[in-house]
């Protein structure tokens, strides 16, 4: 078994296009094939070096491998050998008509445009005089039409899919210039590389009657099929580019924070579900599961609103991973961001990891490492205005004093001590231990809610409590 994602490197990786490689991955992973990245490069006007870069910044970030990679724009004689083959066994002619050069279906007489007469019926040593004297002209396939005949293949998906030759165009296998189409160059790197299985967009299903008739044409195996729904707008539209913008970048979940695999697993459940109601699943939870059987048929929403890109799902399914990752894994992300931001990061490892561990519970993001939870790696921090209600209530500030006097004096700086203390003061100033706890949490850490209240207090440490409680 053999899959290939192939992106094109005319833009950042989509997320539509991420989930077409995860899809792929996935399959290929669960059976034990190989995974293939192709950059389909061909269409030189449009590519961009920094596209390329795009790509596989996003493929690196997504932590899935491949197992060959290939770039369409160093096998083009092997596109160009496989056109004339095709038209060597008459199944190709050459079309010298200015008008339709390009492979867009020119609309003639109220109907599409399927072929050129003139062009279809010259003789080849017409052809063959005018091709040698300099004409350009495009190779377009001859598409079968008296008789037509149906072209038929099973969608994974999708199921029974036929179309007629007769609504077919002869479509072009090499432009004017001798560049191979985007049919030629896909088709016949899918025989060379021996594609088994191709999963792709929805928006892909009508070319695949173009390219069995390729794979007929060249006596090649026919791949199987699995087409996939496609991502949607709240409002219905189709996910792009030119429209949605950063909406539809990978790099903007990457750049908001989000852990590698939370978001292949958000991505998994646009369009597919193991049918068991599971949604947070490891990685190696998704391979097991993986069927193309449980792909919808229906298009898949990705819920956002104009001032924020970011679809609620994904945030929910990333919070759960960020509290179920195992510390020693997450430790490394989180110093990362903060290092990225400036903050300095603990020595103590140990110390390092308690606080991650302690403070990640109400975390939906590693950048929430940086704002909510900015208070345990610098001093210099915002005090959120829900806390600054609570530390602003009558007394909670002289209150807070007299707690660091107390706690300065511990032998013991652990939850166990605080709290006694803590609860001890508030007996004596007949005052509710609350108050002082969310006063606490207020002075300690900027926010309102946050990990166990006196966990607060170890996570921050010894020194830098204190100094915030006389401070307050």
Request: hydrophobic share 40%; with cysteine; net charge neutral.
């Amino acid at each position: 078994m053999r899959l290939r994602f192939a992106p094109s490197p005319t833009g950042y990786l989509h997320i539509g296009s991420a989930r077409t490689f995860i899809f792929n991955w996935l399959y290929a992973r669960r059976h034990g094939g190989a995974m293939i990245l192709r950059i389909d490069d061909t269409d030189i006007e449009r590519n961009t070096e920094e596209s390329m870069r795009s790509i596989f910044d996003g493929l690196g970030w997504l932590e899935l491998d491949w197992d060959e990679q290939y770039r369409q724009s160093e096998r083009l004689e092997l596109h160009r050998r496989l056109a004339w083959t095709i038209f060597e066994k008459g199944l190709a002619y050459r079309d010298f008509t200015p008008a339709h050069a390009g492979e867009e279906a020119v609309s003639r007489e109220g109907g599409p445009w399927l072929f050129n007469p003139g062009a279809r019926e010259l003789a080849l040593e017409e052809s063959a005089r005018r091709a040698a004297a300099g004409e350009p002209f495009v190779l377009r396939f001859h598409v079968p039409r008296e008789p037509a005949r149906p072209v038929e293949f099973h969608d994974t998906v999708y199921g029974p899919q036929v179309k007629s030759t007769a609504d077919i165009e002869d479509f072009a296998l090499l432009r004017s210039n001798g560049m191979p189409t985007y049919h030629m160059a896909s088709c016949a790197d899918d025989m060379d590389l021996r594609i088994s299985d191709v999963i792709r967009g929805q928006d892909h299903l009508s070319n695949t009657f173009k390219h069995i008739l390729i794979f007929e044409a060249a006596g090649a195996a026919v791949p199987r099929f699995a087409h996939l729904p496609l991502l949607i707008a709240p409002d219905g539209a189709k996910l792009s580019k030119r429209r949605h913008g950063s909406v539809v970048s990978v790099t903007t979940y990457r750049d908001a924070g989000f852990l590698p695999h939370a978001y292949v697993n958000f991505l998994c459940l646009l369009g597919w579900s193991p049918k068991d109601n599971r949604e947070v699943m490891s990685r190696q939870e998704l391979i097991d599961a993986f069927r193309l059987e449980g792909i919808n048929r229906s298009n898949a929403v990705v819920n956002f609103r104009e001032q924020d890109p970011i679809d609620p799902k994904a945030l929910w399914v990333n919070s759960e991973h960020l509290r179920n990752l195992p510390v020693a894994e997450l430790l490394p992300r989180v110093r990362r961001v903060l290092e990225c931001d400036g903050l300095q990061v603990p020595q103590d490892e140990a110390a390092f990891a308690r606080t991650v561990d302690v403070i990640r519970s109400r975390f939906t993001t590693l950048n929430d490492f940086v704002t909510r939870g900015r208070a345990y790696f610098s001093d210099r921090f915002e005090l959120a205005p829900e806390a600054a209600q609570k530390l602003n209530q009558p007394g909670a500030r002289e209150l807070l004093h007299e707690l660091g006097a107390r706690l300065s004096v511990l032998d013991d700086f652990d939850e166990q001590s605080i709290e006694a203390e803590l609860r001890k003061l508030a007996i004596e100033r007949n005052v509710k231990a609350g108050a002082i706890i969310h006063a606490a949490r207020a002075a300690l850490s900027g926010q309102p809610v946050g990990p166990s209240a006196f966990a607060v207090f170890t996570a921050v440490g010894r020194q830098r409590a204190l100094e915030r409680l006389r401070n307050a």
